[in-house]
């Protein structure tokens, strides 16, 4: 296919499917419970093709989740999975040469899920698209690992994404990150270990006049709680309760360990 009818392509299967995601999503900060009224939110950070994204929504419709994802080709995948009510049939079963109106006319029908969307752009601060304590859990899941260490503020577990999504989770939120990355993950607690050790510090050793304002961030008393850990979370106490990632089977096929971490903020 010549790059400009792909281009048409996607840009006809945007069209199909642009109401599963959000087109003003900076719109949307402090807004977000006015989409999904009644719920509980939770934002899953570079949600790929949006397996996770659809599994959560299905298994917990009292909840809303939204998707972000950088690349409209894969975005585009997460927004067809949503329609398609969750249906990874969408995903696995395109045959050589099919065209996507007959697939979609083959594929069995169902209805659209209605507690997730994507952001299809790339998050630089998600404070810019959500407003403090907005959401109720984040998830970052096999994110890009960035080895050289001039990269290390694009990881999605550098310390400036660690603070943010701190607060934009509402106290006694979560944060899960899974890895197939020692390294990613290595880096990871330290960050958290970092900015909890900071609160700790702050809390204990910070003397303040009657009156006297408390340092920012120690006031509410939150902090990076690990409450879950695993180098190897498909043989832990934790594997039952997993729901996979596409990069999750993936790496799970050729047995590579999963890490895990889940921290309370
Ligand atoms: C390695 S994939 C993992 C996908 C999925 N979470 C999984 O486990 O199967 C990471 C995804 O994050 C997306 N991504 C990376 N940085 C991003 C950012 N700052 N904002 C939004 N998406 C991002 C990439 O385009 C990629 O699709």
Redesign the pocket.
């Known amino acids: 296919m010549s790059r400009q009818r792909k281009l048409k392509h996607e840009a006809e299967r945007y069209d199909a499917v642009k109401e599963f995601s959000v087109a003003d999503p900076k719109a949307m900060k402090g807004r977000w419970g006015e989409m999904f009224p009644g719920k509980d939110l939770y934002l ?6 949006g ?2 994204l659809a599994k959560q929504a299905l298994r917990h419709p009292e909840n809303a989740y939204i998707g ?4 409209l080709s ?1 975005a585009l995948r997460a927004m067809e999975l949503i329609r398609a009510g969750g249906n990874d049939e969408v995903h696995r079963n395109l045959l050589p040469g099919e065209r996507r109106e007959d697939f979609e006319a083959r594929v069995p029908a169902k209805e659209p899920l209605s507690n997730a969307t994507v952001i299809a ?4 601060d998600p404070r810019d698209y959500f407003a403090d304590g907005e959401l109720s859990g984040v998830y970052a ?4 690992p960035w080895p050289k260490s001039r990269h290390e503020k694009r990881r ?1 577990t550098s310390k400036s994404y660690l603070e943010a999504y701190r607060a934009i989770t509402r106290p006694g939120g979560f944060l899960e990150i899974k890895t197939d990355n020692d390294d990613l993950f290595r880096f990871t607690l330290e960050m958290i270990n970092e900015l909890h050790e900071g609160f700790e510090t702050r809390r204990t050793d910070t003397v303040r006049m009657p009156g006297e304002p408390a340092e920012e961030g120690a006031a509410d008393g939150r902090s990076y709680v690990i409450e879950e850990l695993s180098y190897d979370l498909h043989r832990s106490n934790y594997a039952a309760k997993d729901v996979t ?4 089977e993936k790496f799970m096929a050729k047995g590579v360990p999963i890490k895990y971490v889940r921290v309370r903020f």
């Open positions: 899953e950070m570079g949600c790929g093709r397996q996770f972000t994802e950088c690349r894969v752009e790339l998050i630089g899941n096999f994110s890009d999605m990632t596409q990069y999750e």
